[in-house]
């Protein structure tokens, strides 16, 4: 079992910066691929980025392509996204997410078997 918290978010202007972190229990984080979704109000979840185990391979959505970077930790239990360059339309719920049964990256959003709770991320104009 793995539970997963993230902190990070909160309120910021177009154009502003925000990192959010995704705090992992359990001995197991290492093995598994991590992600980043968000949602936001009336829309179901969007994926947004993720990562391999190791964290050597990363992918990214279209839309935050360029702006975004997510990372980990393994030693820390920790991962990361840091978002560049917000825009309005960054505003959503995130949330991270692992999968447990692979390792690779990816953004299938019903392969995710742990989450957490979320964060809200508010961009203003």
């Known amino acids: 079992q793995v539970q997963l918290v993230e902190s990070g978010g909160g309120l910021v202007q177009a154009g502003g910066s925000l990192r959010l972190s995704c705090a992992a229990s359990g001995r197991t984080f290492s093995n598994y691929a991590m992600g980043w979704f968000r949602r936001a109000p009336g829309k179901e979840h969007e994926f947004v980025a993720a990562?391999?185990?190791?964290?050597?391979?990363?992918i990214y959505a279209d839309s935050v392509k360029g702006r975004f970077t997510i990372s980990r930790d393994n030693t820390e239990n920790t991962m990361y996204l840091q978002m560049n360059g917000l825009k309005p339309e960054d505003t959503a719920v995130y949330y991270c997410?692992?999968?447990?049964?692979?390792?690779?990256?990816?953004?299938?959003?019903?392969?995710?078997?742990?989450w957490g709770q979320g964060t809200q991320v508010t961009v203003s104009s």
């Open positions: 990562i391999s185990w190791s964290g050597g391979v990363t």
């Open positions: 997410a692992a999968d447990r049964d692979l390792r690779v990256a990816h953004k299938e959003v019903a392969a995710y078997d742990y």
